[in-house]
């Protein structure tokens, strides 16, 4: 598995950032409200579970934070940016 710098990985995920101080990558998605959030959350973890490869993640209310890295291979792979693209596409459909 290839290890990749997390700048590479956000200029081909824009709506994702760096995480300061760790080889990871981080997007907030915000929602109307709890419910939709945690819609939302179901679904990316049922990809997340196809992929096998689990997020760091949190929720209050209607937002959802998702940090993505590769921990055995110790920063961001393609992994990350595989699951970060199907996460997005969950936005427009």
Do not use: C
């Not at 579970?49 to 929720?59: G, I, L, Q, T, V």
């Amino acid at each position: 598995m290839t290890v990749i710098s997390p700048e590479d990985a956000v200029a081909r995920l824009p709506d994702w950032a760096v995480v300061d101080g760790r080889p990871a990558i981080r997007r907030t998605f915000r929602f109307g409200d709890f419910i939709t959030a945690f819609g939302f959350m179901t679904r990316v973890a049922i990809l997340a579970e196809k992929a096998d490869h689990h997020p760091e993640w949190s929720n209050v209310y209607n937002q959802v934070e998702i940090t993505l890295t590769t921990h055995d291979a110790g920063g961001v792979t393609e992994k990350d940016t595989a699951l970060a693209a199907a996460i997005d596409s969950l936005m427009v459909s």
